[in-house]
């Protein structure tokens, strides 16, 4: 064994463990946070958030999501329908999306979304009644229904 490290006393090794460790950490914290999240639950809580906010039937192909250096969430193949309704073609599909935020202001309220991009949006209004009938919901109703959505703040929508 070299001289060197004989003569370091336990100490000074503890000491060096640290600092090496102290050096370490975050580098691996910052490495670990960039490598982007696929997760099945994540999947699965956005597509049950959706489809109770829209009302709709909705399917997400790929999403995933990355917390460093900013909070984002990008995926395809997102499609929205009418429930119980495949006979026409969805009323919301789009090709890619991808949103962006800092997770400071998306912890506060209101929550700020910086960016939304979307590509190959389509919205396609299906044929039906254009008249109110018994399944029409009260000015109330829709508006209680979608609260949550309301205090969401989108600073730039392409």
Do not use: C, N
Request: charged content about 25%.
């Amino acid at each position: 064994m070299p001289e060197v490290y004989r003569k370091l006393t336990i100490r000074k090794r503890v000491w060096i463990l640290l600092a090496l460790a102290g050096v370490l950490a975050p580098v691996l914290l910052i490495v670990g946070l960039s490598i982007p999240i696929r997760s099945a639950t994540l999947k699965a809580r956005v597509i049950e958030l959706l489809t109770e906010e829209l009302e709709g039937e909705v399917t997400i192909e790929t999403l995933e999501g990355r917390v460093f250096p900013r909070v984002a969430v990008s995926g395809s193949g997102v499609t929205v329908r009418l429930k119980g309704r495949t006979d026409v073609p969805p009323m919301i599909a789009i090709e890619r999306f991808e949103i962006r935020g800092s997770l400071a202001v998306l912890m506060k309220q209101p929550r700020h979304v910086s960016e939304v991009r979307l590509q190959g949006l389509r919205v396609t209004i299906p044929p039906g009644d254009d008249d109110e009938g018994d399944g029409a919901k009260t000015d109330g109703e829709s508006h209680a229904g979608s609260a949550r959505l309301q205090h969401v703040i989108i600073d730039r929508f392409e």
